[in-house]
């Protein structure tokens, strides 16, 4: 008779064997989360070892808790061996700010000469910040906005630069986007991919250019 698998179980499985892991939480995925009688999890677990894939899938496909501390208080992060371990679970969603039950964050802790240093300093990088908070980035980055939208965006530039400059003509290149349809030169759109080039293209330009008809 085989013996129930337990959250135990697959921690022990956890350091060779993180593809047998991830079988058996597809079989039983209530343990994903399930912690030992010390806190451990599988996603501590799975950083100490490096295991990426298992971090990965454990808080994307399982959706366990990226910040779920052991009986120090402290998350995966703490456990983090290499950087390129660290980077992931920054971009996961894991704390970089998350203190321990005496007070200190990962990259404290891992600054001692005993710990991971090298780690340490990824964390002390400015890279490290900006990485925690890559998930909301890369979704507003991601989403496309209706045609209507940008539109109604495109036409309030055109208006401002003419506002802005008079006495000045739109250039080929940006009257090549717009089709006049009644003698106050209200723009129409022509193809949402033109505009949306357009306007990545006037974002890109220096600050001082935006505004500048000439510079369309």
């Known amino acids: 008779m085989s013996q129930p698998l337990t959250i135990d179980r697959l921690l022990n499985l956890a350091s060779e064997s993180p593809d047998a892991v991830l079988t058996h939480l597809r079989e039983h995925p209530q343990l994903a989360g399930q912690q030992d009688s010390h806190g451990y999890s599988l996603l501590h677990a799975a950083t100490s070892y490096g295991h ?45 700010d998350a203190k321990n039950g005496e007070g200190q964050t990962a990259a404290e802790k891992l600054a001692d000469e005993d710990e991971e240093p090298v780690v340490a300093a990824f964390f002390a990088r400015p890279q490290a910040v900006r990485r925690s908070t890559k998930p909301l980035r890369s979704l507003r980055r991601q989403a ?61 330009r220096p600050k001082k250019d935006r505004l500048s008809c000439a510079s369309w």
């Open 52 to 96: 990426i894939q298992l971090a990965t899938a454990l808080i994307k496909d399982f959706s366990i808790d990226a910040n779920i501390r052991d009986e120090d208080d402290e998350t995966a992060l703490f456990n983090a061996e290499t950087v390129e371990m660290a980077k992931e679970l920054l971009v996961l969603g894991v704390s970089i």
């Open 144 to 204: 496309v906005l209706p045609d209507r939208v940008l539109l109604k965006t495109a036409r309030m530039a055109w208006m401002v630069c003419m506002l802005h400059r008079p006495s000045q003509t739109m250039s080929r290149s940006t009257s090549a986007l717009w089709m006049p349809v009644r003698p106050a030169r209200s723009p129409i759109l022509r193809s949402g991919a033109e505009l949306r080039s357009w306007l990545r293209g006037l974002i890109s």
